[in-house]
């Protein structure tokens, strides 16, 4: 059975960092798309960042150059390291695994984890 398990988040000031990690079990991450997506309060779902099979990663645009997503696949572990924090960062943040990467990008996952609550103060 597979389970994607959060940790990491909380609160933080505007400009600090947090960084996030996804245990996982009954999943290889040679296997899957690992990726991060976030849901803000009253919104959808978005993607966030995305690393395939190879370490290659992607980012949204309103985060690129803020975070950075890397993983260690011999301890099945997925990170998200969080820099210049921003209010408007403030989101519930799952770790996401897919099949197809692609499918991370679209907001869409094939196994999701409960998620964890970052909230950003002014």
């Known amino acids: 059975e597979v389970q994607l398990v959060e940790s990491g988040g909380g609160l933080v000031q505007s400009g600090g960092s947090l960084g996030l990690s996804c245990a996982a079990s009954?999943?290889?991450?040679?296997?899957?798309?690992m990726g991060w997506i976030r849901q803000a309060p009253g919104k959808g779902l978005e993607w966030v960042s995305s690393i395939n099979w190879r370490g290659d990663s992607n980012y949204a645009a309103s985060v690129e150059g803020r975070f950075t997503i890397s993983k260690d696949n011999a301890k099945n572990t997925l990170y998200l390291q969080m820099n210049s924090l921003k209010p408007e960062d403030t989101a519930m943040y799952y770790c996401?695994?897919?099949?197809?990467?692609?499918?991370?990008?679209?907001?869409?996952?094939?196994?999701w984890g409960q998620g964890t609550q970052v909230t950003v103060s002014a």
């Open positions: 009954g999943l290889r991450f040679e296997d899957y798309a």
């Open positions: 996401a695994a897919a099949w197809e990467l692609i499918k991370l990008s679209r907001g869409s996952a094939d196994h």
